[in-house]
Each structure stands twice: as structure tokens, then as C-alpha cells.
């Protein structure tokens, strides 16, 4: 019998290839699907204030970022299709984080991707900050951005403090002189012209000024006043002093701006008020100081003598819930930013004020 010839059907043909386009279709919505539903996505409609109604809140959460998606973009049919992440450029493990008084940029410390990674609410884009040969990084730890967009980054595998321009370029790269070891947490006060980086290394407070020129260090390795045992974040209140995270001995030790001693609060616990694993510090424009905890999920608000008045959050994946929280800032503006380092998240808190409440 003779067989067929000629050119397949045209109608066939076609059809075949919409088969094949709506199957790729199809796997990339199913794809998308899966990915937004693990992906830390801000929700406006969520309303999460503490305390609870009927009290008066303090603290109102204000979303959540963690990808591109999070300022828009991502999602594209072209990620979907070739498989790619459809969040868009996202952080994977964050530590460290900061902010611009204005609230325009976030500056997160990511360890697994061993970068400082960039959230612009002007541009709408999540990036990479770039850095030059000198100043590659290993392990950013923590990260702060001074009134001059410098950058200032820790990195324990490095055992070095960089200061970077805005442009990456390396200004400085401290730690060789004073044998830093293990830097870890970091604050600046500007007012003062300082730089304290906390070395858990050598259980040392360094202090430097911002150009660069090391003034003194303190501490040593101790369960007493002014010792510690592995510090590892700080911060700066208004009126100079200096909060220490001594998380080896589950406290907090606070130094006035002159580098005296002032108190120290917490022990070692799982009450309220108790710490287990503090990490990240910050303190408000009322005084409250906020202590990051690794281990119970939430972070907890003490007053000036050290006293409970709140907490914040529990494990968990949802809004306002912590899977290892890690680092803390809290901004002129009172905006709180919190490290949800395993939900690959930075999660954003507003202070509200006293007096702000009093005048509505």
C-alpha cells in the first residue's frame, strides 16, 4: 500500500503547540503559586497592634519584606517559565539591618549570601550592594549607614570593620592594629563622632572615630559589671549612652556617653523579662529599650530601670511572628526593624508615642 505524503495538517500543528504552551503555562502558575505561598509577602490588610485592644497599642506592625515582589516586580511569566524565583532578587538569611532616617532605604546584613542587600522604596528595586576587591565580604554580620550614605559592615570571618562610600568603594578596613577578632554588633553616634563595634572574639567593646582613628576599647571576659561574655549587639540613645547585649551572661549593660557604667539589667530565664538568647538591642526617642530574642521569638520593651512592660511576637511564620530573630534597629522616626532570620524576612514595627497618642 502506498503511504501518505506531503506536509502535516496545519490545523494539527498549531494545536500541538498550544498544548504545549498552555502545559507551560500551567506549570508556571502552579510554580508561582507555590513559591507565594511560603514567600514573605506584606499584606496590607493586616491590622496587628500591642497591646490588644481595648488597651491603648505602642506598637502597630507595618509589613514585611523580603523580595522584589515586596516593592513590586517579580512574579514575571518569564521567572515562571524558566523555573526562576518569582519573588524576584529576595534575601535568604538576614542578621544584621538598618535604615535611612527617612525610611527610603533598608540596609539587611545577609549571611548566606555574604552581601549587604538593598531595599530602595524610591526606586522600587532590591540589589545587591557592590563592593570592590578590598573590600569582598564573607560574613556580614551587622550593618549601619551614617548622615553621609557611608556604610559601615562587620565580618567576623574577615575580622575586619569596613567602611564603604555609598559607591562601594573601600574607605576603611579596621581591625588589624587592635586585633579584632570576631566583630559582630555595631552602633554610631554621629553627635559624638564615634564608632563602637562589639568584638565577641575578646569579649571587648572598641571604640573608634568616624574617620577611622581607634580611641579606646573596654571590657574583658567576666560574669561582673563591665565584663562580659560574648557581646554581640549594641546600640545609642539620644543622650550618648551605650547599650551592650552581653549574651553570654543574658543581660544588657548600659555606659553612659563618658564610658562610665551606668546598670545593667536580665538574667538568664523564661519568664517575662528573662532572656535566652538576646541578640539585637534598640532603644526609642522615649527611652524604652527593645531586646531581640533568638529563642523566645519575640522581642521584649523594658524601661529605663530595666523593668518589663511589654513583648512582642511568638514563633511562628505568620505577621508579627518570628522564626529566629536576630538583629534590631530602630530609627529617628520611632520605625522598629526586626531580622526574622530563618523566615527570611525584615520585619517592620512603629512606636507610638506617648505623647503623639496624647495629642490625637
Not at 518569582?86 to 539591618?97: E, L, S
Amino acid at each position: 500500500m502506498q503511504q501518505p505524503t506531503g506536509r502535516p495538517d496545519l490545523s494539527c500543528f498549531l494545536f500541538s503547540v498550544f498544548r504545549v504552551i498552555s502545559f507551560l503555562l500551567t506549570v508556571g502558575v502552579l510554580v508561582s503559586l507555590v513559591g507565594c505561598g511560603s514567600s514573605p509577602v506584606k499584606d496590607e490588610t493586616v491590622d496587628l497592634a500591642w497591646p490588644p485592644p481595648p488597651e491603648q497599642p505602642r506598637i502597630r506592625y507595618l509589613g514585611s519584606y523580603g523580595s522584589q515582589l515586596d516593592l513590586g516586580g517579580g512574579n514575571s511569566l518569564k521567572a515562571r517559565l524558566l523555573g526562576a524565583d518569582p519573588r524576584g532578587f529576595a534575601i535568604q538569611k538576614p542578621y544584621g539591618v538598618t535604615a535611612s532616617d527617612d525610611g527610603k532605604r533598608i540596609y539587611v546584613a545577609d549571611t548566606k549570601q555574604a552581601a549587604i542587600v538593598i531595599f530602595d522604596f524610591d526606586t522600587k528595586k532590591v540589589y545587591r550592594f557592590k563592593t570592590d576587591a578590598r573590600g569582598v565580604l564573607r560574613s556580614p554580620i551587622d550593618v549601619r549607614v551614617d548622615s553621609r550614605g557611608r556604610v559601615y559592615v562587620t565580618d567576623p570571618v574577615r575580622s575586619r570593620l569596613f567602611v564603604f562610600s555609598s559607591e562601594g568603594e573601600t574607605l576603611l578596613a579596621l581591625g588589624v592594629k587592635e586585633k579584632l577578632e570576631r566583630p559582630t554588633g555595631l552602633a554610631l553616634d554621629e553627635t559624638r563622632q564615634r564608632i563602637y563595634v562589639a568584638d565577641r572574639g575578646t569579649h571587648r567593646i572598641l571604640v573608634y572615630n568616624l574617620d577611622g582613628e581607634f580611641q579606646y576599647a573596654f571590657g574583658e571576659r567576666g560574669t561582673g559589671p563591665e565584663q562580659f561574655n560574648l557581646p554581640v549587639n549594641l546600640a545609642v540613645d539620644k543622650a550618648g549612652n551605650l547599650y551592650v547585649v552581653d549574651f553570654g551572661n543574658f543581660r544588657v549593660q548600659m555606659f553612659s556617653a563618658g564610658g562610665d557604667f551606668l546598670g545593667m539589667f536580665g538574667e538568664a530565664g523564661d519568664k517575662m523579662g528573662n532572656m535566652a538568647r538576646p541578640k539585637g538591642i534598640g532603644v526609642d526617642s522615649d527611652g524604652h529599650v527593645y531586646v531581640v530574642d533568638a529563642a523566645f521569638g519575640n522581642f521584649q520593651i523594658f524601661n529605663k530601670d530595666g523593668r518589663i512592660m511589654l513583648f512582642v511576637g511568638q514563633m511562628g511564620h505568620q505577621p508579627g511572628q518570628f522564626w529566629l530573630p536576630t538583629g534590631m534597629y530602630i530609627n529617628a522616626q520611632n520605625r522598629i526593624y526586626i531580622a526574622d532570620s530563618l523566615n527570611a524576612r525584615i520585619q517592620v514595627f512603629q512606636y507610638l508615642p506617648e505623647q503623639q497618642q496624647t495629642e490625637k
